[in-house]
């Protein structure tokens, strides 16, 4: 069986409220819940949240809420994987063990169900594997310049400055959307790491309004189309 997680917890400070906030008519959480639902993959969709009014607002489009996640780990330090590892234990103790788990973002409103179905079928080729959503880096991460305190650049590799754009290797960053583990791979070790690599139309990181503006205005472009 298979069962997403979905972290949201309710003290985020550079955007009050930020999982539940209104993105383009509805709960920016919502459309990570409606994507995991229409992926068809998943036994459970779970919010781990310790805010009531999260736990509310997810269950109403469609997540299930069966505990409340503890404070220690709802501070600005827990990671991503002690809160997926917490939920995936909760839910063998009280239900099923489940063999896959995938954790999704509340924050990714341009996420789309087909990648997600992507990454659990690149998952069934590897036994401790961790499969997760990444994009291309929009300029060579070679030509990368650092700058002092008195803005004067240097090349972080000066080696690669004279090569031409094209002949240097693709490089890729998280997306920040979705990760596939094995129950074993979550509970005991990585053996092997893919990646699903999305357009980078499709990406958008929000941490600031300036982000979330930027999403609304993609979101906007890609719903015309």
Not at 76 to 83: A, E, I, L, N, S
Not at 172 to 184: N, R
């Given at each position: 069986m298979n069962i997403a997680v979905i972290p949201a917890r309710g003290g985020s400070k550079r955007i009050p409220k930020k999982n539940i906030k209104d993105f383009l008519g509805k709960p920016i959480i919502a459309?990570?819940?409606e994507a995991a639902i229409k992926s068809k993959l998943f036994d459970a969709v779970i919010v781990s949240t310790d805010d009531k009014e999260i736990a509310v607002v997810a269950k109403s489009y469609g997540a299930s809420v069966p505990?409340?996640?503890p404070e220690n780990l709802s501070d600005?330090?827990?990671?991503?994987?002690?809160?997926v590892q917490?939920?995936?234990n909760w839910y063998s103790e009280h239900l099923t063990k489940p063999e896959n788990v995938c954790c999704i973002y509340a924050t990714a409103p341009l996420i789309q169900s087909q990648y997600i179905r992507d990454g659990f079928e690149k998952l069934n080729n590897i036994e401790q594997g961790l499969v997760y959503s990444v994009a291309t880096f929009a300029f060579p991460i070679q030509r990368a310049q650092r700058m002092d305190k008195l803005g004067n650049l240097s090349a972080f590799y000066p080696e690669f400055m004279p090569c031409r754009s094209q002949d240097l290797e693709e490089a890729?960053?998280?997306?920040?959307?979705?990760?596939?583990?094995?129950?074993?791979s979550l509970t005991q070790s990585v053996n092997e790491v893919r990646g699903i690599i999305l357009p980078r139309y499709l990406v958008q990181d929000i941490d600031t309004l300036e982000d979330w503006k930027n999403a609304e205005l993609m979101y906007q472009v890609l719903r015309q189309q």
């Open positions: 459309y990570s819940i505990f409340l996640r600005d330090f827990t990671g991503t994987t002690p809160v917490h939920a995936v890729y960053h998280d997306a920040g959307q979705f990760y596939w583990w094995t129950e074993k």
